[in-house]
């Protein structure tokens, strides 16, 4: 059960985008498994992706056709990786891009591949060659939600989140979607992400921005530390709207960007695979932003903690001890304090006298849980979101390819 996630909400359509969902047959019956997203021409496009070096044979090709400059399609489908695969699985990916351009009437290099699901099984792409005609012709504006269900692998709800901001030159829209609930730890940078928006916005700072908002968000999260072979986002921005994104814009438009993928990252956690709670790890006081991430990802990995966060067990203990493992040099744990919620664990790096086991019991039962921590060594922040671990992570994934 999701944490505090509900089906999404109205999902605006933007313009120069049109999107359709299609049951290709790929691993799942009565579902649609294929996506397909058209791209207005002259559409800029950016992307981030895995640094897994099993890279998936769809991230290798989205990366090529990326750096040609004339994205037209987002293929994507769910039920088979295509990862682990070889060199027939750089040659499926190619031949989908190429069997979907022969129809759409463009370039194979203007398509970009995108899979997520079960690694090391040859893709059937000839599945996918006989669901593009009915894809094609299924294209339409206010499809966002179906193309979000359609990515769907082991997620209990579909994630997608619109946002428009007023500038000067008028009104722009942003509508994002993703999947991802487990294997899912930063470094982008199983999880795939879309987002688009009408505004007119030169390339290279499109990247800029996307590569920005994706270590403030998606390269924020971890569910259990497994870095996907297949993690992909990608920001197209069609400019359809005639609004261009200058720098009197930048801001205005960045921090509406930043709210979608903050939503859409957040969402992922909060659909964790077996989650139960949602947990949010601040970490202030910090030397710089690395040193902050590298305390707040060691506290947010721990079994132990995790487990405990599961249990309700205010053992705050297992937060200790992961602060003390983490690997930073030189610190002093007489400076530091840790608070759990609004209750204080720790203050001066020993129990705080004001410390009750019930009030760590009450922070410890609510399904949003906050974790404070204060190094006391500089002015620098971050925040690392994650989830617990329960019996039914365990049992999702034991089962996973049954």
């Not at 299609?22 to 397909?36: E, F, P, Q, S």
């Not at 297949?230 to 205005?252: K, R, W």
């Not at 006081?285 to 990995?301: I, M, N, P, S, Y």
């Amino acid at each position: 059960m999701a944490v505090n996630l509900e089906q999404p909400g109205v999902l605006l359509p933007v313009a120069g985008v049109r999107l359709s969902a299609v049951n290709a047959g790929i691993r799942y019956k009565g579902r649609n498994d294929m996506v397909l997203v058209e791209l207005a021409e002259d559409s800029q496009c950016a992307g981030v992706f895995t640094r897994n070096r099993f890279c998936a044979a769809p991230v290798q090709v989205a990366r090529e056709h990326l750096a040609l400059g004339k994205v037209r399609y987002w293929l994507v489908n769910a039920g088979n990786a295509n990862a682990g695969t070889g060199e027939p699985g750089l040659q499926a990916a190619r031949q989908s891009c190429a069997g979907l351009a022969a129809l759409a009437g463009c370039e194979a290099g203007a398509v970009l591949p995108f899979s997520t699901g079960v690694i090391g099984v040859q893709l059937p792409v000839e599945k996918l060659h006989t669901a593009f005609p009915s894809a094609l012709a299924a294209l339409g504006s206010d499809h966002w939600l179906e193309a979000a269900k359609g990515i769907m692998t082991t997620d209990t709800l579909p994630k997608a989140i619109s946002r428009q901001v007023q500038l000067p030159g008028g009104t722009v829209t942003l509508t994002g979607i993703a999947k991802g609930s487990g294997m899912i730890h930063p470094d982008m940078a199983t999880m795939l992400a879309f987002v688009a928006t009408d505004a007119q916005v030169e390339q290279p700072v499109l990247q800029q921005l996307l590569s920005g908002v994706t270590d403030e968000t998606f390269n924020a999260i971890t569910v259990d530390g497994d870095t996907s072979t297949n993690d992909s986002l990608v920001l197209a921005a069609t400019g359809a709207s005639g609004v261009v994104i200058g720098a009197a814009e930048l801001g205005i438009f960045r921090e509406a960007l930043r709210g979608v993928c903050a939503f859409l990252a957040q969402a992922i956690i909060r659909d964790g695979e077996g989650a139960t709670k949602f947990i949010s790890i601040h970490v202030h006081e910090a030397r710089d932003e690395a040193e902050a991430r590298k305390v707040g990802q060691t506290v947010a990995l721990s079994p132990l903690v995790k487990t405990a966060m599961f249990a309700s067990d205010p053992n705050w203990g297992r937060i200790l001890a992961a602060i003390g493992r983490s690997p930073v040099d030189d610190l002093d744990v007489a400076r530091i304090a840790i608070r759990l919620g609004d209750t204080l664990l720790i203050e001066g790096g020993e129990p705080a006298a004001s410390y009750r086991e019930a009030l760590g019991q009450q922070e410890m039962k609510k399904a949003e849980i906050d974790v404070h921590v204060r190094l006391g060594r500089g002015e620098a922040s971050a925040t690392i979101w994650t989830c617990d671990f329960s019996y039914e992570y365990v049992r999702i994934n034991a089962e996973y390819r049954s």
